[in-house]
């Protein structure tokens, strides 16, 4: 998805050297105006091939959304009160059991949105799963019984995600960035397609039990 990234990082890399190199033939000739505006050329070279290499690091894990989206199949299966297992597919990824604790299903992921400048450079709306777990119906079983709950996310070494809630530099960059949550029944075997749009996460039934 985001793997053309890379290129503009080397060549601003590359044009960046360059500028050193030249910055150095211009001190040894002792001429110091074109020093001076080679080593400003090269620091903003190497900088924004810097910043590149950290977009295509940080949205490691990230799909790209285009309209409707399958994030996830899950199947889940009732064990008991308030316990079921759960099953998750996720695209190109092997499938994974978990076991849950109450009523409902519950996931989150992470939403990045773009300026809209951002889009010439092919940067869309993206999406990560973040973390599945159980979610209780009444306010007091949430407060008082057990709670189950697991990663889905990716562990790349930078998330921009995290990154524009620290650092306000990111704004220019990042048009919005939020959560976004979907939870369903589970008291009966259900199968459920985990779809992520432009507004968020929602869950379809596939098949249910009568």
């Known amino acids: 998805m ?20 030249t910055g150095v033939a211009s001190a040894r ?22 910043l590149f290499i950290t977009l295509h690091l940080s949205l490691q894990g990230y799909r790209a959304l285009t309209r409707e989206d399958l994030a996830a199949t899950i199947q889940a299966e009732p064990t008991g009160p308030s316990q079921f297992y759960v ?28 300026k809209p400048w951002a889009n010439l450079f092919g940067l869309h709306t993206a999406y990560a799963l973040d973390r599945l777990a159980g979610r209780y119906q009444a306010i007091e079983d949430e407060r ?8 889905l996310g990716g562990t790349g070494a930078v998330d921009l995600f995290l990154l524009r809630r620290r650092f306000d530099w990111l704004e220019p960059v990042v048009d919005a960035e939020y959560g976004s949550a979907a939870f369903f029944p589970a008291r009966d075997p259900v199968s459920l397609e985990l779809r992520v749009s432009a507004t968020g996460l929602l869950f379809r039934p596939l098949t249910t039990a009568e």
Not at 29 to 50: E, N, P, Q, W
Not at 144 to 151: E, L, N, Q, S
């Open 29 to 50: 000739r002792r001429k110091f105006v074109r020093l001076s505006l080679h080593s400003v050329l090269a620091l903003v070279c190497l900088l924004s091939g810097a």
């Open 144 to 151: 008082g019984k057990p709670h189950t709950v697991y990663a």
């Open 87 to 114: 099953t998750v597919h996720i695209p190109e990824r092997q499938p994974e059991r978990f076991q849950l604790a109450g009523d409902e299903i519950y996931i989150d992921a992470h939403i990045l949105k773009w």
């Open 2 to 21: 985001i793997d053309w990234m890379v290129v503009p990082s080397i060549g601003f890399g590359l044009l960046g050297g360059l500028f050193i190199f």
